[in-house]
């Protein structure tokens, strides 16, 4: 290993977000520095001027987008924001994944994780978010989620990028003997236009990193952005459309051996009796060895080949224990949907007074509903899987995941060796949707790969374990109940809304001993922060007692509030007789964001214009993750059931990176999550899951997907996040669509148990 | 629903033994070849028949893991040139090989697997429509009667009826048995039920 | 036994029951096709037989009577397919993890057709799921290949 790693210094990039928060815990330990990951790592005539930039002797750049690919794009958002400020364009450089580092914190993730709606920028409002963001930097989460990446990364990637910039501008003075400011950057390398002289970053490279960080960053202005707002080549499209072997799945090492597991599919129970003879004989078969974490209990078996695994699991004899929930769909149900109408609530919105407000109401002025979504399964095309190597004292672990530092940490402890010694590898990801911010398919391959007498071990799940071993999306039962006032829009709304706790759901498999604190504002995420101004108006959530294991999938609380709420105001619009556009134009006036959404989507869809026999539209709005997002989608009636025709989408995001990438976001969120509205649910048999595969829990193909227009506006003055928002309006467009073209109104998903679909 | 089935078994089992016994025997009376012609309908109008035997041009799926009989996934369809192979870019040979798929809703196999001729619908059909549509040339392929006994005894993909892999119930009784009683009942005049 | 793969003889030993994904995959390591399910129901380990598209995770070894082709086999020395390169100019991938599959059955819906209408298109890609949902962009690559092959491109 080269010893410059050791003779580099580091620029410590501070965000404003961190110096505030400081005050919450403490300066010292706020601004403590992390190392630099890439210091271990540099290869020969290598060098790196912070946690971002690498820049080799032969003129190589390489660029660390620190956060998962899992299809979002984030890769080539994250490079772009560097490459911006080197002056580089995308095909100049490389990008790379990096190592697990709690350098990587994502910040952003946690700070909406506050009290506080994404409108409301109060000092507290603020002060709270900072802090939060700051709890990010110091437990170190190098995490992908929350739709966070590119708005964490957007002032830290440049500042790395114009940081090292700078450095290699004043090595280029110092070499050239001219002042700094009569140099440029152009194309990758220092240029001195009176002397016709340049050098390129790699020439510079040692000198730079010998040289001082800058004591502060001076960030291109917007105007002189050349990457940033158009839309970039995917840096990944090559790699995707030859059939690279970039994803968990397609590790390979020397020696490597194969596995699966057979996991109880009655959550938590254990084996009662087994018998792994008939299995172990199976041929090709290594080892079968048990397998038990807080995830569950169930049987790993080691193979020379996955398909060898895959026969021998299926002739493992076992039988589990007892459910310790309900053993099926309908007592599940009732659990959720008696904590909705019984179970004492904590109003996460309580504005006016909603019981004063209900008192005295007429009842031909009252509106009540229910509304019920089921449990639901991330599917990523990529089956769950994780390669480990545990070989004299260190641990390897190679796997598509959303939370590098956690499995680090987790899977040290499982393996007994030192976390400096365990290494994980995060490859590309075949589909996550919070999937893989999970660690089973980790904690899994660690405990094989302790009984591989030092060979890697690769574990490849079956689509049936992947679909019955999964951290679902909660099902979830909302009471709704609205007083309508004389001009048909809403004075007083009461919406209760429960499901179990996603919180809880996740302390129960990493930290057991600890137990959840407050409300979990994600029962009601996506109804308690709507942009809409009601009088008396109030959203009350309510863990449910399971323990079905929950987690995030695609916008989490949002993808089923995001169906409450919006279809339950369709609901209060045909009741009142107001158009629903109308009625959101009354009751998003105070947030011009949000209005000037709902009129893009609106005229865009030509939405005052009535639609056709056999043909009808229907309208939702979620404000989620940051931005606005408004949809209308048509859907015809057809002798095979009903055609989705086309839908239209209005999303502010504040400050667009990337066009291209944020429609594709766009467009992929809405069909995730008309997916799931028109087919799909997660129900339960004997303690277990019922669906399996796809031929049961399917998901929109082709032939069924609408065509899709899109806006992007920016006129919001913050940025907002992009992978989940498409998700949550996408339900309840559908729904109320087909309200406005049968008259029925369906509050359960999925909608196919009621109406046909083409 | 046990005892209903009992007495549907048993009542198959006494026209197969039936079959066995007088086959060169002479023709049956006019009740005993309607009650052929039951048996036989009970297996021409099981799923593992009539899923493929389709009126449009979508095959279906029925089964224990799928709930009420459906639409084959996947916009699987006859074929655009009605050959009843599939389309372009999603053949049924896509997926469906010589053999049944070992794998719990893996897809099951035979030799030459596609959907039936339009014309020769059975999914839905009462017995005395699919008595007729047997019956009659234009619908039939062109068949006699002994030629469509000899293609319900002798075709793989007919055969697979009744050996439809795990998972999946059979068709009743075996292909040679309804070779039989297909036999039977042409030289018994063939009658058909009346609706 | 004896396998072409991308005109390439290929030695696999191997019980004839085991799927041809999986003897691509673990004995020949070739990694292009890709697990999803295991009973033909996602497309992801899409191959072709004699340029028949069919899904390897359900195909028997034993039953592989023909010359295989996966997505490394179809590009020329210097030039990619015109579906890929299709693919690349609509930028079509996000995971990616679906899209050979995606691309094997598009070769082979464009050798039948040249000139696929939309329902053509949806005829032959329905047994290819993406949940990422690039279906659009799918459909537009494979307007743009069927053109650019049609060009001699």
Redesign the interface.
Same mark, same amino acid.
Not at chain 1, 69 to 73: A, C, F, R, S
Not at chain 1, 379 to 383: F, H, R, V, Y
């Given at each position: 290993m080269s010893r410059l790693g050791k003779i580099t210094r580091r620029v410590f990039l501070l965000g404003s977000a961190a110096v505030a928060g400081g005050v919450a815990v403490g300066y010292w330990y706020v601004n403590r520095p992390y190392d630099n990951p890439l210091d271990a790592q540099l290869s020969e005539g290598e060098t790196t001027f912070n946690p971002y930039v690498k820049v080799g002797v032969d003129n190589t750049i390489t660029i660390i987008a620190p956060r998962a690919?899992?299809?979002?794009?984030i890769s080539t958002t994250l490079a772009a924001l560097v490459a911006e400020e080197l002056d580089m364009t995308l095909d100049m450089v490389r990008v790379e994944h990096g190592p697990a580092s709690h350098a990587y914190y994502n910040s952003a993730m946690l700070e909406e994780g506050g009290p506080f709606n994404f409108f409301d920028e109060g000092f507290v409002a603020d002060t709270v978010r900072s802090a939060l963001g700051t709890v990010g930097k110091v437990l170190g989460l190098q995490a992908t989620g929350g739709s966070a990446s590119t708005r964490d990364g957007f002032d830290r990637m440049r500042q790395a990028g114009a940081a090292a910039r700078m450095m290699l501008v004043d090595a280029a003075a110092a070499r050239l003997n001219v002042p700094a400011s009569e140099l440029i950057v152009e194309n990758g390398a220092v240029v001195h236009e009176a002397s016709n002289r340049s050098l390129t970053y790699g020439e510079l490279a040692l000198d730079a990193a010998k040289g001082s960080p800058p004591a502060s960053v001076e960030l291109k202005p917007r105007d002189q952005w050349k990457l940033l707002g158009k839309?970039q080549?995917?840096v990944?499209?090559? @790699?995707?459309?030859?059939?690279a072997?970039?994803?968990g799945?397609?590790v390979?090492l020397p020696e490597m051996l194969?596995g699966t597991v057979l996991m109880s599919p009655v959550f938590g129970a254990k084996p009662v009796s087994q018998d792994l003879s008939r299995a172990e004989k199976m041929?090709g078969v290594v080892k079968i060895v048990p397998l038990s974490t807080t995830y569950g209990h169930g049987f790993g078996v080691i193979a020379e080949? &996955?398909?060898a695994a /895959?026969r021998a699991a299926e002739a493992i004899e076992v039988e589990w224990g007892q459910p310790e929930n309900p053993s099926d769909t309908e007592g599940l149900v009732e659990v959720i949907a008696d904590a909705a109408a019984r179970g004492e609530g904590s109003a996460l919105r309580d504005d006016g007074d909603v019981d004063i407000a209900f008192a005295d109401a007429p009842q031909e002025r009252v509106l009540e509903a229910e509304y019920r979504v089921p449990y639901l399964s991330h599917?990523?095309?990529?089956?769950m899987n994780a390669t480990a190597r545990l070989k004299d004292g260190v641990l390897d672990i190679w796997a598509p995941n959303q939370m590098p530092t956690l499995i680090r940490w987790f899977c040290a402890d499982l393996a007994g060796v030192p976390q400096e010694n365990t290494h994980v590898h995060t490859t590309?990801?075949?589909?996550?949707?919070g999937r893989r911010g999970e660690l089973d398919y980790a904690l899994y391959a660690t405990l094989m790969a302790k009984e591989a007498d030092g060979r890697p071990v690769k574990v490849?799940w &079956?689509?049936e374990e992947d679909t019955r071993h999964d951290a679902y999306r909660p099902a979830a039962v909302g009471r709704f109940k609205a007083r309508l006032g004389e001009d048909g829009l809403p004075v007083a709304v009461d919406m209760r809304i429960a499901s179990q706790s996603i919180m809880e759901s996740i302390l129960r498999r990493w930290f057991p001993s600890m137990s959840a604190l407050g409300p979990d504002k994600t029962i009601t995420d996506g109804s308690h922060n709507q942009p809409y101004t009601i009088p008396n108006y109030r959203v009350s959530a309510i863990a449910a007692p399971l323990t079905i294991p929950v987690g995030f999938l695609r916008s989490v609380g949002c993808s089923y509030n995001g169906f409450f709420h919006e279809a339950f105001m369709d609901e209060i619009a045909a009741s009142g007789k107001v158009d629903p556009i109308e009625m959101r134009r009354q009751l998003m006036a105070d947030y011009p964001a949000a209005l000037a959404v709902v009129n893009k989507v609106a005229e865009m869809s030509r939405w005052a214009e009535p639609s056709p026999p056999g043909r009808a539209k229907g309208f939702a709005f979620t404000l989620s993750f940051g931005s606005w997002v408004g949809q209308v989608i048509e859907i015809a009636e057809t002798p095979s059931g009903i055609r989705l025709e086309k839908m239209w989408i209005a999303a502010d995001v504040g400050t667009a990176l990337d066009p291209?990438i944020i429609e594709?976001q766009l &467009?992929?969120?809405?069909?995730?999550g008309l997916?799931a509205a028109m087919g799909q649910a997660v129900t339960f048999s004997g303690g277990a899951v019922e669906q399996?595969?796809?031929?049961?829990f @399917?998901?929109?193909?082709?032939?069924q997907?609408p065509? /899709?227009e899109v806006a992007i506006l920016e006129n919001y003055h913050r940025m907002g996040g992009v992978g989940e928002i498409g998700t949550p309006p996408a339900a309840p467009a559908l729904a109320n669509a087909i309200f406005a073209l049968t008259g029925k109104r369906i509050r359960f998903l999925p909608l196919d148990r009621e109406v046909e679909f083409a | 629903m046990s005892s209903a089935t009992t007495l549907l078994t048993a009542a198959a089992i006494s026209i197969f033994a039936l079959g066995y016994a007088s086959a060169q025997e002479p023709a049956l009376q006019p009740g005993e070849a309607l009650a052929e012609w039951a048996g036989i309908y009970a297996v021409l109008s099981h799923p593992r028949c009539a899923n493929c035997h389709v009126e449009d041009d979508r095959p279906r799926?029925s089964g224990p893991?799928?709930g009420a009989t459906r639409v084959h996934?996947?916009?699987v369809q006859r074929g655009t040139d009605g050959s009843g192979l599939g389309n372009p870019g999603l053949r049924c040979t896509t997926c469906h090989f010589e053999s049944n798929s070992k794998d719990?809703?893996g897809p099951p196999g035979a030799e030459n697997w596609h959907l039936a001729p339009a014309e020769m619908v059975w999914w839905q059909k009462s017995s005395a429509q699919i008595c007729a549509q047997i019956k009659d040339p234009t619908r039939n392929g062109g068949r006699s009667l002994e030629e469509i006994a000899r293609h319900v005894r002798d075709d793989k993909l007919v055969g697979w009826g009744w050996e439809p892999g795990a998972g999946r119930e059979p068709a009743p009784g075996s292909a040679e048995e309804t070779y039989l009683a297909l036999e039977r009942w042409a030289d018994a005049g063939a009658p058909c039920p009346v609706e | 036994m004896r396998l072409t793969v991308n005109g390439r003889p290929v030695e696999i030993e191997?019980?004839p029951e085991?799927?041809l994904l999986?003897a691509l995959?673990?004995?020949a390591?070739i !990694?292009?096709?890709?697990?999803?399910?295991?009973?033909a129901?996602?497309g992801?380990c899409t191959v072709h037989v004699d340029g028949t598209p069919v899904r390897s995770c359900a195909l028997p070894l034993g039953q592989v009577n023909g010359a295989v082709t996966?997505?490394?086999g179809i590009?020329s020395e210097d030039r !990619?397919h015109p579906v890929?390169q299709a693919?690349?100019e609509e930028?079509?991938?996000?995971?990616?993890?679906?899209?050979?599959g995606q691309?094997m059955t598009a070769v082979a819906l464009l050798d039948e057709i040249p000139e696929p209408t939309d329902q053509d298109?949806?005829?032959a890609?329905?047994g290819? !799921?993406?949940?990422?949902?690039?279906?659009?962009?799918?459909?537009a690559a494979i307007h743009k290949a069927a053109a650019l092959k049609l060009a001699g491109l």
């Open positions: 690919e899992m299809g979002q794009g839309s080549k995917r990944d499209m090559l @790699d995707k459309v030859t059939g072997p970039i994803f799945v397609d390979s194969f041929p080949n &996955t398909w /895959f599917t990523p095309m990529e089956p590309s990801m075949g589909g996550a949707f490849t &079956t689509r291209g594709a &467009t992929s969120g809405a069909i995730y997916s399996s595969n796809f031929h049961d @399917d998901a929109m193909r082709m032939f997907c065509t /899709f | 799926w893991h799928y996934g996947f916009n719990l809703h | 191997a019980d085991m799927p999986w995959r673990d004995i390591g !990694l292009g096709p890709k697990f999803g399910c295991g009973i129901a996602c992801a996966t997505i490394e590009a !990619l890929q693919w690349l930028q079509v991938a996000q995971c990616g993890y679906c899209q050979a691309i298109i949806d005829n890609m329905g290819n !799921l993406c949940r990422c949902g690039t279906y659009p962009k799918i459909r």
